[in-house]
């Protein structure tokens, strides 16, 4: 009996661990950064959100989540259970590289299905209850984020055959999760007293947006540059393009809105940047620094105009998720069928693509068509229709009643502030020097809000 043992590069999986770490920082990175969108007295109930929808993806990836997605014998939709509670995931060679086994590939795609979830539930924030959206979020990973991963990454997948090009997840993470927010957004309605210009309504700590933004940046070097899955040339551009496109993004937001205001926004900077992130990812191992500075501009162009729709369309989506994430990843790829160059996929040694249109491969953006609309319809539907049933199942209602919003969901789902203040009187004994404590009381502290808004509109009419 053979006995040898697959041999991997230690450099390569200390790699792709590391990058694990850095995708994983993405997930609280994501809970300051809706933290500081949202109103004070739900700020603590934002970031719990996030690292609820993290727990609760964890489990279920360890259920049956990376085998339905990853599965070597899986379907062109879905994977099987061949892989259920991880059987047989430890030293084999992994679908996603030879470079490294199935055990490190199976924790680092992990990672994205536990940030996607939590993306998404930032357009349903300061209303929705907590245990309705915990069993969503399992049930959501298993009949959404796993057949869009399935049919994107897995080998076997009706879009990797196809040739559809998704370095990072423009589908699976960016377009599932903006066009699921939307469907959460519309199922459970606007938040109430929500008018134009209400101040009451806007960014409550920009330190804590800024402090997301730059957890997201710096996760986003993970995210990228990690799923070249090996130590290479290809996961060292892929960085470069990420970091060019970021920047080119935050500078475009803040033009369009100084345009407008004559102001450098702090939120529209944070907003142009995860704007030019997002558009990136899908492209990111497919093109060079030249095309991700107009990937990172139309980014924010794109979505900072999508961030209206809202005004017009008439749902309330509290950290614009859609606009951002959904437009910003549809777009995405679709550029990447524009501007993806086979040299550029080739930097890893292995890789061999035909490219887009910058290699005269015209029929590529069909395929980017083809991949981000099938995700885009599966995520809004299948979404809608979970959340509508859920909606009317007693006990599973997703809204909070109007008196636990008005007092916030720290104190009505969590029962524990983000903010607090101690007063003390206290006396001193001369002589000894002994503390007495005469009276403390504790109160919740009241901070003005912030007077930004994402790009130049999150007020409603």
């Given at each position: ?254 033009a369009i809105d100084y345009r407008f ?54 749902y309330d989506d509290v950290a614009d ?107 001193v004994n001369p002589t000894t020097g ?28």
């Open positions: 009996m053979d006995q040898t043992q697959p041999s991997y590069s230690g450099g390569d999986i200390a790699f792709i661990l590391i990058s694990t770490g850095l995708v994983w920082l993405m997930i609280p990175g994501v809970g300051y950064f809706y933290s500081g969108m949202a109103r004070k007295k739900n700020a603590l109930s934002v970031i719990m959100c996030c690292m609820l929808a993290m727990v609760v993806v964890v489990v279920q990836w360890f259920i049956w989540g990376y085998s339905l997605t990853f599965s070597k014998t899986g379907g062109k939709f879905l994977g099987n259970l061949d892989n259920a509670f991880l059987r047989g995931v430890l030293n084999e060679p992994s679908m996603g590289s030879s470079s490294i086994p199935d055990l490190v590939f199976c924790i680092f795609q992990m990672q994205f299905a536990a940030l996607t979830p939590a993306l998404l539930l930032g357009s349903c924030a300061e209303r929705a209850r907590f245990l309705p959206m915990i069993l969503f979020v399992f049930i959501w990973s298993t009949v959404v984020y796993d057949p869009i991963a399935c049919w994107t990454w897995n080998t076997n997948g009706w879009s990797f055959q196809l040739g559809g090009l998704d370095f990072a997840g423009g589908t699976p993470v960016h377009i599932s999760s903006g066009f699921a927010s939307l469907a959460y957004a519309i199922i459970i309605g606007r938040r109430e007293g929500l008018k134009k210009d209400s101040d009451e309504f806007k960014p409550h700590n920009m330190s804590n947006v800024v402090l997301g933004t730059a957890l997201l940046w710096f996760g986003w070097f993970g995210f990228n540059g990690g799923s070249a899955l090996s130590a290479n040339l290809r996961a060292a551009m892929a960085c470069v393009v990420t970091n060019i496109a970021a920047a080119v993004g935050g500078l475009t937001w803040v205001e004559k102001k450098f926004s702090a939120l529209g900077f944070c907003s142009g940047a995860v704007a030019g992130l997002v558009a990136i990812t899908p492209a990111s191992g497919f093109v060079g620094p030249g095309p991700s500075v107009a990937i990172g501009f139309l980014g924010a162009v794109f979505c900072n105009i999508a961030v209206h729709l809202k005004h017009y369309l008439k998720v859609f606009a951002v994430h959904g437009v910003g990843g549809y777009l995405g790829s679709i550029l990447t069928g524009v501007f993806a160059e086979s040299y550029i996929a080739h930097l890893d040694g292995t890789t061999e693509i035909e490219g887009g249109w910058m290699n005269h491969n015209w029929v590529q953006i069909g395929h980017q068509f083809a991949d981000a609309t099938a995700g885009a319809a599966w995520s809004f539907g299948v979404t809608f229709i979970i959340l509508f049933i859920m909606n009317h199942i007693p006990g599973l209602s997703l809204r909070v009643d109007s008196e636990s919003e008005l007092r916030g969901l720290d104190a009505a789902e969590i029962g524990e502030m983000a903010y607090y203040h101690v007063d003390k009187v206290i006396t002994e503390e007495n404590i005469v009276k403390e009381e504790v109160k919740e502290v009241h901070m003005p809000q912030a007077q930004g808004s994402m790009g130049s509109g999150t007020t409603f009419n």
